[in-house]
């Protein structure tokens, strides 16, 4: 069964069975890429009852865009998740699927008409639901210990240059005191708090240990992706600091 599309930049419905309804209000943005060897099977899989997920909007390479989902029910695509406290991402957001074949089938670049369909989806959806820049966020900083999408290709920063999300420019690589694995103490604490304070799921413990490196992992991939390699180099706590002033700059103006 079909229903009414809510975004006037989409022509066309791809009904999934895979939603219920939400307990929260909307005010989160979750992008993902499909992680599948073809767009076509992994369209399949997201209208699927027997695979128990799905997502509001499916992205192809193209630009073509299909909604799965009705904006107002709960779609299934965060699965276990966390941001700012809350758990029930699916209810708070919604989810967008990129074709890509991720990590594991041949991660590529995002083509230019796919990026432009995604960041104007992504424009419209905070414009008639007002949600807030810092919450158009990726699968993996919602779950950092188990996902890696969109990934470190995701041009993030063309997005923001069309209004969509939080971006700063990355601080440049350079030498530096690093925190990696097995360290522990004061700055320690302070990266997991900024961390924290961002959105990301840590509880500040003194030790970087497996946790916090798959924290640091995610958010590099997100806002630093020069180099995702899970330790807080000088660029990673500066570009970390900075994005957290702009958020604090947003809220307040908010």
Not at 17 to 23: G, W, Y
Not at 53 to 70: K, M
Not at 123 to 139: E, F, G, P
Request: aromatic content about 8%; charged content about 25%; some cysteine.
């Amino acid at each position: 069964m079909t229903f009414p599309l809510d975004s006037d930049l989409v022509r066309e419905a791809a009904p999934s069975p895979n939603h219920d309804a939400r307990a929260a209000r909307t005010d989160m943005i979750l992008l993902h890429y499909t992680g599948m060897r073809s767009a076509e099977e992994a369209l399949d899989r997201l209208c699927s009852p027997e695979s128990k997920v799905s997502c509001h909007y499916f992205v192809f390479e193209n630009g073509r865009t299909v909604q799965l989902v009705p904006e107002g029910r709960r779609a299934w695509h965060a699965g276990a998740s966390s941001w700012e406290g809350a758990t029930d991402i699916n209810s708070r957001s919604i989810g967008i699927e990129i074709v890509n074949p991720g990590h594991e089938f041949g991660y590529r670049d995002f083509p230019a008409a796919q990026v432009m369909a995604v960041s104007a989806l992504c424009r419209d959806i905070t414009n008639r639901l007002r949600i807030r820049a810092d919450r158009v966020l990726a699968h993996s900083d919602v779950a950092p210990t188990r996902k890696d999408d969109p990934g470190e290709k995701f041009p993030w920063s063309e997005l923001a240059a069309e209004g969509v999300g939080l971006w700063i420019e990355p601080a440049p690589i350079s030498p530096g005191s690093v925190l990696g694995v097995g360290d522990c103490g004061a700055a320690v604490s302070e990266l997991q708090m900024n961390l924290s304070g961002y959105g990301y799921d840590l509880s500040p413990s003194g030790n970087f240990d497996a946790g916090t490196q798959a924290v640091v992992k995610a958010f590099q991939r997100h806002f630093r992706p020069a180099r995702v390699d899970g330790v807080a180099d000088p660029s990673t706590q500066d570009t970390l600091r900075r994005l957290l002033a702009a958020k604090a700059g947003l809220a307040s103006g908010s």
